[in-house]
């Protein structure tokens, strides 16, 4: 069974904008999954189907089915989300700007409750896959870098513990040695703890050198879809779906 799966779902906002439509795919158990495609193809709204927050922006799923481990989630409460382990870094990151590096971090651990012990070790476990933050403890999130600030969000995720992670553009807009760098801890919190992760992502080099499967979308339609070794060998599918980026 997989963790995750998206049956031929369909997101319209506002009623009447159709935004993706027939969209399957699934994230299996201890896997990345690399959601690609151009701007605008519709790859934030299937990642905020899936989390809940598409109704925030007005939007709702019309037909289909969210699955997480098998439990049907369509349209559930991000936070009950949350607590059964799914979280989302949104697009932009969205963090705190005048709280604490540290602070932002521990409202992620909020929704469970811990204790002074548990929230410390936990803090423990951020710094270790993020030691810049570590450096950065006790500054203002807002006056941090671009790749920091993303380094804050993805940590304030990982506080919830969560089994799946829903990543939003986690390169827009930072310099390819910092996008390298959290591809790296992504690659690193999948192996040593198995966290999975569905990531939405328009740079298709970086993205098919870490995932283990992708779908590329397409006006908001799957246009394909394989193993990510498998796309990044495909040189149609970067001319027409990915404005011509060429895999590494």
């Known amino acids: 069974m997989p963790l995750l799966e998206l049956?031929?779902?369909e997101v319209i906002?506002?009623?009447?904008i159709l935004a993706v439509r027939g969209v399957s795919l699934s994230v299996e158990q201890g896997r990345i999954v690399a959601l690609l495609g151009a701007n605008g193809a519709g790859?934030?709204?299937?990642?905020?189907?899936?989390?809940g927050l598409v109704r925030a922006e007005r939007?709702?799923?019309?037909?289909?089915?969210?699955?997480?481990?098998?439990?049907d989630i369509t349209g559930a409460d991000p936070a009950r989300l949350a607590a059964a382990g799914l979280v989302q870094v949104l697009e932009g990151r969205h963090c705190f700007g005048h709280l604490t590096v540290e602070?932002?971090?521990?409202?992620?651990?909020?929704?469970?409750?811990?204790?002074?012990?548990?929230l410390a070790t936990d803090l423990e476990r951020i710094y270790q896959y993020f030691p810049r933050l570590r450096t950065r403890?006790?500054?203002?999130?807002?006056?941090?870098?671009?790749?920091?600030?993303?380094?804050?969000?993805?940590?304030?995720?990982l506080m919830a513990r969560p089994r799946l992670v829903l990543l939003d553009e986690p390169s827009m807009g930072l310099a390819p040695q910092i996008v390298e760098e959290i591809f790296e801890i992504v690659h690193a919190l999948n192996r040593d703890e198995g966290v999975s992760f569905l990531l939405a992502e328009q740079n298709a080099a970086v993205a098919l050198r870490y995932a283990d499967y992708g779908?590329?979308?397409?006006?908001?339609?799957?246009?394909?879809?394989?193993?990510?070794?498998?796309?990044a060998g495909h040189q149609d599918l970067h001319a027409f779906y990915l404005g011509g980026a060429q895999a590494a």
């Open 43 to 51: 790859k934030s709204t299937t990642l905020k189907a899936v989390s």
């Open 215 to 231: 779908y590329v979308l397409e006006n908001g339609v799957i246009a394909a879809h394989d193993s990510a070794q498998a796309l």
């Open 13 to 16: 906002y506002e009623n009447v």
């Open 137 to 157: 403890r006790r500054s203002l999130a807002g006056y941090t870098s671009g790749g920091e600030q993303q380094m804050i969000a993805i940590g304030r995720a």
């Open 7 to 9: 049956e031929q779902i």
């Open 59 to 71: 939007g709702e799923v019309v037909r289909g089915r969210v699955r997480l481990s098998g439990q």
């Open 103 to 118: 602070d932002n971090l521990k409202t992620g651990a909020f929704l469970r409750r811990p204790s002074r012990g548990e």
